[in-house]
Nanobody, 126 residues
Framework: QAQVMESGGGLVQAGGSLTLSCVAS????????MGWYRQAPGMQRELVAV????????????YVTDSLKGRFAISGDNAKNTVYLRVNSLEPEDTAVYYC???????????????WGRGTQVTVSS
């Protein structure tokens, strides 16, 4: 069982920046990817960004939802099982609970699982 812990949320003024962090721990399986979703009040949860880790831990890739490119950036540190989401030029529409997930894969069975954090609130004031 993996545990996922987000941090870095809070109240920010429009135009400001913040960095969210997410740490995964407790899993004996390899991490295939980590990423962020967000859910605004009354809205469906939407994908924000993903970072994938290669099996040799030397290469990976990142993805940011098209509508958020330019303001959102994701990076990962596989050695620390950590992913970061940097957000610049925050807008009130970015107000949401941001959820981190971890996708693990068992090296032998290739069984994949997803684990979720409890979320961190980001509130952007106008």
């Amino acid at each position: 069982q993996a545990q996922v812990m987000e941090s870095g949320g809070g109240l920010v003024q429009a135009g400001g920046s913040l960095t969210l962090s997410c740490v995964a721990s407790g899993s004996s399986s390899s991490i295939k990817s980590m990423g962020w979703y967000r859910q605004a009040p009354g809205m469906q949860r939407e994908l924000v960004a993903v970072v994938t880790f290669s099996s040799d831990f030397r290469h990976g890739s990142t993805y940011v939802t098209d509508s958020l490119k330019g303001r959102f950036a994701i990076s990962g540190d596989n050695a620390k099982n950590t992913v970061y989401l940097r957000v610049n030029s925050l807008e009130p529409e970015d107000t949401a609970v941001y959820y981190c997930y971890v996708e693990t894969i068992d090296a032998i069975t290739l069984y994949e699982r997803m684990y979720w954090g409890r979320g961190t609130q980001v509130t952007v004031s106008s």
